[in-house]
């Protein structure tokens, strides 16, 4: 029967049956969401009603065909007039009794039966009497635009068909929806099973439908594809055999992707767009299908085979919401961004839409055939999607409590296998060391030292290459122009990673008669270079200058006595002779007695204190000698001289600081001064009669900062009269507090006082007391408070920019020697890929962090834990877990792993030994490899892979693709391996190509030079930035 029809083929029953019909059908129908309800038009359905209550078959109160003509605009458009009322103007009948109303009298012909759905509107259900009106047109021709209505119930896939059929798009054609709100904003209709309502579309607004181009990208994103040409948009390669550009460090990413872009079942299901029908909007685990539509976007762009290289930037954009471990463009580990894009696809993709709770069972002694089923069935009930059919395997986990022997036997799922490598108990370290010669350039060393070693190892090892006695070296880590860490020889190797600079420095050691006749006290004194750079003080008027580091810093043992500013001045200008000049006659400059107003300013980080403090006055009269000025000066020269051939530093102050064992230790810190157990001195800016320490300022400083304890409200001396107050000073102002520079030395100790009033020279640099990070700070030299070192004094010689450009060589400074050990290969260790397997297999013991409850005991326990393998997947991933970290050290390991390119057999692996007839087989070949090159610190990603197609091998390296070989694959670089199932291997369907040194793709140079996060060291690592 029509809708149009005059009547039924059947006579309509009785009057009195149609209204008890009818009415009984408008008493029993409920509105739900989602049914069908019709409009009658009201004058129609009372002239019905009286009819059937009053009349009978001849009756002229006949109603005759439904006409709802009085409800429509017109009828050509048959839209509905505006501001009807229910009731008034139409009635609303359920779609039961409409059926029947239409087959006993028909419709009037060319009328559209009025039929409207319930809506579920927020607590309320109503039948929506005027649907939704909405636009719809092409993104390729956004002019030409039709109007259509739709329910608030229907489907947005419902609004695709019928834009489909309106504009005959064929329907295999993949399209996307995007909705056009009056203000002109646009946004993606994701989900297309959702209502129209649920997706907020409201009348007036515009539906406009794209489909995917033929290179696999969309109109409406912006060019995503590298192209070198104009040519070349007509490029026509090999699907597959596309790169992928490095957005900045991002080759952790490429690898991974080409690794999944050539797994061929999962690239065929995106390829075929069958994750369309699977896209979960709804899993709270998932990311509402936003990842698997990128990822199904990248694939599509690379298997068109129209690009040379595609940038995968709106993908990474989507890992970086997603996970924010991966925003910015830091390096990160190829195997943790698989594991997330695995785990991110399934639940996208995840066919489970409610995941019920299921709770874990035991073993209890049942068969493991059974357990091991039952284990699958669960997983399953809760997770379903392609990820699971191609990479989803099964192992066995026996955990056996030491105590009562309790065994708990679970089945779990894995999604790949991360296999320990055979761990080295050595370790090889590069390190410099500094020699005692001050001509000779530092040189760079390789030795090998236990892994759980000390320091001392690594100085017993460096010293069967260079001669040097342990006991003579002190071990630093330099960063950034200064000592990181100076350590202690007891200190374990595991807190030096792969990445720090280590340098190691020859200390010198007294004389055997010198020891003999007397050991004078020694000091490990670090010394930092620093460059002025000036400016002017604007609170002040005057002028400042702030520091940089830069150069190499030294560590140097010296005499207490010798601390002086002329003898430590004298000291370091020949500690580095190698790239300091020293001016020549006619090259020194005399300054006068009065200071300028520079030398006049103690300077605290660059900023003037306003204290009239002399940088440095040379000569200086304190040199701790019981002889004259000119014999102390002379005593600091002859050691100066003879540090060539005897050099001035001490090795007895090792590290921890030790001296011999005659002599006692006074701290018991690391990199402590070594200092006498009757006093206490130590290196300092200034001295005052409160404390005694060695002091490292002028003559004239020391008598400011002694003026200024003894008498706070007292003012400063012109610096210009200040030697003499040193040279007056008397038995009376000593009583009273102010003693010489070193007061708590004894009285043949103390430094003659006279000839203090000279004229000097000005000098290459100036000294000044720094903290471990070479900055002076602002408590330094203020309120003539002394600032005692006592665990480890640094000191800072301070250049101006015009006589380091003058004196001192940079390119020299720079230079360094590799030791021949460099030039020996480091051995590879080789290890079959089975040893990982069977490593993985191996009995363990649970880590105090990681305890297991056992029910028995009613308590954790450190029980034993063993995995074996169950069941495998069609795709095997294999995580070759070369990078090592412990709580102390990260390292990466070396070694060269041998794996199969084919026929890799499970069979022994595999812990049910007789398979069933229906069992798949345990034979798997190699169709790609991640490989990492490099350490911790930086390194490059690239991937081997096979075409599906063409079964061609190729190496991917960013938006570089060459062939490979494959006798080279197998290199200690491999990190991620994997393998297919040989039963699921299709044959390739295209001849091999002629293999070539490079195709014909995006040329970005050599691997090596797409290195992230590396750079070509031509100097000592530790100086640069």
Request: charged share 25%; hydrophobic share 30%.
């Amino acid at each position: 029967m029509t809708a149009n029809s005059r009547c039924s083929s059947a006579e309509p029953p009785g009057l009195e049956t149609q209204l008890r019909e009818i009415e009984s059908l408008l008493r029993q129908c409920e509105l739900r969401a989602g049914d069908s309800w019709y409009v009658v038009e009201r004058r129609w359905y009372e002239q019905w009603k009286e009819f059937v209550e009053n009349g009978d078959q001849s009756s002229s109160s006949f109603p005759g065909q439904i006409n709802n003509a009085e409800l429509f605009e017109d009828l050509e458009s048959y839209h509905l007039k505006e501001r009807l009322v229910e009731n008034e103007d139409f009635m609303l009948v359920p779609a039961d009794a409409w059926h029947k109303l239409l087959g006993w009298y028909g419709m009037v012909d060319g009328q559209p039966p009025l039929e409207r759905k319930v809506v579920d509107l927020p607590s309320t259900l109503k039948v929506e009497v005027y649907p939704v009106e909405i636009f719809l047109c092409l993104h390729s021709n956004m002019e030409n635009v039709v109007s259509s209505q739709f329910s608030r119930a229907d489907d947005i896939q419902s609004i695709q068909r019928t834009i489909c059929e309106t504009f005959s798009v064929p329907q295999a054609s993949e399209c996307r929806l995007w909705m056009k709100s009056s203000d002109g904003s646009c946004e993606r209709l994701r989900n297309v099973h959702v209502s129209v309502l649920d997706a907020c579309l409201s009348s007036g607004m515009t539906v406009i439908m794209e489909t995917r181009n033929a290179d696999g990208t969309w109109p409406s994103s912006r060019p995503q594809i590298i192209r070198n040409s104009v040519e070349e948009q007509d490029y026509q390669g090999q699907p597959g055999v596309c790169g992928l550009a490095n957005l900045g460090n991002t080759c952790f990413m490429n690898s991974a992707l080409q690794c999944l872009s050539n797994t061929p079942p999962l690239t065929e299901y995106f390829l075929q767009s069958s994750y369309l029908e699977e896209l979960n909007f709804t899993n709270p685990l998932g990311m509402k299908g936003e990842i698997a539509e990128a990822y199904a976007d990248v694939i599509k762009q690379m298997w068109s085979g129209r690009h040379h290289s595609v940038v995968p930037r709106v993908f990474k954009t989507k890992v970086g919401h997603f996970a924010s471990q991966f925003l910015g463009y830091q390096q990160h580990d190829s195997q943790e961004l698989l594991s997330f894009l695995l785990d991110g696809l399934h639940e996208d993709l995840n066919r489970v839409k409610n995941k019920e709770y299921i709770e874990l069972c035991d073993a209890n002694g049942r068969p493991d055939q059974q357990v091991a089923e039952e284990a699958w069935r669960n997983h399953l009930r809760r997770n379903d999607s392609v990820i699971v059919d191609t990479f989803h395997g099964l192992f066995k986990s026996t955990l056996v409590c030491p105590e009562c022997r309790k065994v708990s036997v679970t089945f779990d799922p894995f999604c790949y296998l991360s296999v320990p490598l055979p761990a080295s108990k050595e370790r090889v370290m590069e390190i410099f060391f500094v020699s005692l010669d001050p001509y000779a350039k530092p040189a760079q060393h390789r030795v090998v030292v236990p892994k759980a070693g000390k320091v001392s190892d690594l100085c017993a090892a460096l010293s069967e290459m260079t001669g040097v006695p342990p006991s003579k070296m002190v071990v630093a880590d330099v960063f950034n122009h200064h000592f990181y860490k100076i350590y202690n020889i007891d200190e374990s190797l595991s807190c030096i990673l792969d990445r720090d600079d280590i340098f190691v420095y020859e200390l010198n050691t007294p004389k055997q008669r010198e020891e003999s006749l007397q050991r004078e006290e020694r000091v490990l004194l670090a010394l930092y270079l620093r460059e002025r750079s000036y400016y002017k003080d604007l609170g002040s008027g005057g002028s400042s200058y702030g520091t940089t580091l830069f150069g190499h810093p030294l560590l140097l043992s010296v005499p207490i006595g010798c601390c002086s500013q002329e003898a430590l001045y004298n000291l370091f200008l020949q500690r580095l002779a190698r790239y300091v000049r020293c001016p020549d006659p006619s090259e020194e400059l005399e300054e006068g007695e009065e200071d300028d107003e520079e030398q006049q300013k103690s300077q605290t980080n660059g900023i003037s204190d306003g204290e009239e403090q002399e940088e440095v006055e040379l000569p200086h009269p304190c040199c701790a000698d019981a002889n004259s000025l000119s014999e102390s000066t002379n005593s600091a020269e002859s050691h100066v001289d003879a540090n060539r051939t005897e050099p001035l530093l001490d090795p007895d102050v090792t590290k921890n600081g030790s001296q011999d064992q005659t002599e006692p230790l006074a701290s018991s810190s690391a990199n402590a001064s070594i200092t006498d157990t009757s006093s206490s001195t130590s290196v300092s800016v200034t001295d005052t009669s409160s404390s005694t320490n060695v002091s490292i300022t002028d003559t004239s400083s020391c008598t400011d900062d002694m003026n200024t304890s003894r008498n706070s409200n007292a003012s400063s001396e012109p610096p210009a009269e200040q030697p003499q107050q040193l040279s007056d000073a008397t038995e009376e102002e000593k009583e009273d507090g102010q003693e010489a520079c070193f007061p708590g030395l004894p009285a043949n100790k103390q430094p003659d006082k006279r000839n203090t009033r000279r004229r000097r020279r000005k000098t290459l640099f100036t000294i000044q007391a720094v903290n471990s990070n070479g900055t002076t700070e602002r408590k330094m030299g203020e309120g003539g408070s002394a600032v005692s070192f006592s665990s480890q004094p640094y000191v800072a010689i301070d250049w101006d920019p015009d006589m380091k450009k003058r004196f001192y060589n940079e390119n020299e400074a720079e230079k360094y020697v590799k030791h021949s050990s460099m030039e020996v290969p480091q051995q590879q260790n080789t290890v079959q890929l089975q040893e990982c397997i069977e490593l993985f297999t191996t009995v363990e013991t649970l880590e105090e962090e990681n305890p297991w409850y056992c029910p028995v005991c009613k308590k954790h326990q450190l029980a034993t834990k063993k995995l074996d393998l169950w069941s495998l997947p069609e795709v095997l991933i294999i995580h070759l877990k070369r990078f090592s970290y412990t709580k102390f050290t990260r390292e990466k390991l070396e070694s060269i792993v041998d794996f199969p390119l084919r026929d890799l057999d499970f069979s022994g692996c595999l812990l049910r030994k007789n398979l069933s007839n229906g069992e798949p087989p345990s034979r798997y070949d190699l169709i790609a490899v991640s490989n990492h090159y490099g350490g911790l610190r930086d390194g490059h990603y690239t991937s081997y892979a096979r075409n599906k197609d063409n079964g061609q091998w190729y190496d991917f390296d960013d938006s570089k693709v060459t062939y490979a070989r494959e006798d080279k694959i197998v290199t200690n670089a491999a990190y991620v391996l994997f393998y297919q199932r040989q039963d699921k291997i299709r044959k390739p369907t295209l001849p091999a190509p002629n293999a070539s040194p490079a195709l014909a793709t995006q040329p970005t140079g050599d691997a090596t030079s797409s290195k992230c996060n590396t750079s070509e060291l031509e100097a000592v690592p530790a100086e640069t930035d």
